[in-house]
């Protein structure tokens, strides 16, 4: 039950701020998600990702195994994802990406401290700086539908994952006065992310919640069956091995919401995506780190 509660208490904010921009739009308010997107992804999503990599504290000893562990993961969940994509016909830009991506900062970062404490932390922010370089360089690329890495690379956000992984791999920090300022801008970045995609789910079309549902059982399922047969494969120490586990299978993030939204890969679908699947989370992480504690 304990597992259980801390799980909902960490997505209880998803939905409290979605539900926010759920009930604006409903009641007529207006909300500019261009604007907010643009606002997002070019000040406060860098910024977040930049210092959440950049102070993040690693063991060193965690760094190859998990390194290797995490991009062989995302590899192998990269070629079952598109086989899946494939097999349901479904337009890759849209949906491709929201499958490999989870959550693994917001919500697979605390649930790694929780089960399994400072240790665990540690192999998750790893497996985190992966994911982010990963996402923001391969992923942009992409959903803005394979358009020439010249446009993509003028993302911020590529920049800063990769600024921000560099800074994790050597040990660098900003000065405290640049460091306070990007951290502020960072903060928000997550309200306004979820906020605009309470504003999404509020014009989602009912017809494509029963395919959210699918296709989130079976992203559960694949990046379970994937981490475990690397984590054997690699023969990973326990703790690592169940927060591979447990980061590989997190839902589907946020930002691949507005991703989509800014290179229009039909947003409103992957906002049904990334709600679902975090309902879906709510059951199948804490069945998950039952087997793993």
Known sequence: ???????????????????????????????????VTKLAMNLGVPSLIFVSLMQAKVAPAALSEVV?????????????????????????????????????????????????????????????????????????????????????????????????????????????????ALELTGQMAIPLMLITLGVAVARLHLASIGRAVLLSILKSAISILIAVMVGRWLELPPIAFAVLVLQISTPVAVTSYL?????????????????????VSILVIPVTLVFLL
Not at 259 to 279: F, I, K, N, P, W
């Open 68 to 180: 290797l562990a995490a991009v062989a993961s995302y590899a192998a969940l990269s070629v079952a994802a598109f086989v899946l994509v494939r097999l349901f016909r479904l337009p890759v830009q849209t949906y491709l990406a929201p499958i490999i991506f989870g959550n693994t900062g917001n919500l697979g970062l605390p649930l790694a401290l929780f089960a399994f404490g400072e240790a665990g932390l540690g192999y998750a922010v790893v497996i985190f700086a992966v994911m982010a370089i990963y996402s923001f360089t391969f992923g942009v690329w992409l959903v803005s539908g394979g358009q020439s890495l010249t446009k993509v690379l003028k993302e911020p956000i590529v920049y800063a994952s990769l600024l921000g992984g560099l800074f994790l791999f050597q040990g660098w920090s900003t000065p405290l006065w640049l460091t306070n």
């Open 1 to 35: 039950m304990p597992i259980v509660l801390e799980v909902l208490q960490i997505v209880a904010p998803v939905f409290l701020l979605g539900g926010i921009g759920f009930i604006w739009v409903r009641v007529g308010g207006e909300y500019r998600v261009e604007f």
């Open 259 to 279: 991703l989509a939204e800014r290179y229009q890969a039909d947003a409103q679908s992957v906002a049904g995506l990334v709600v679902v699947s975090t309902v």
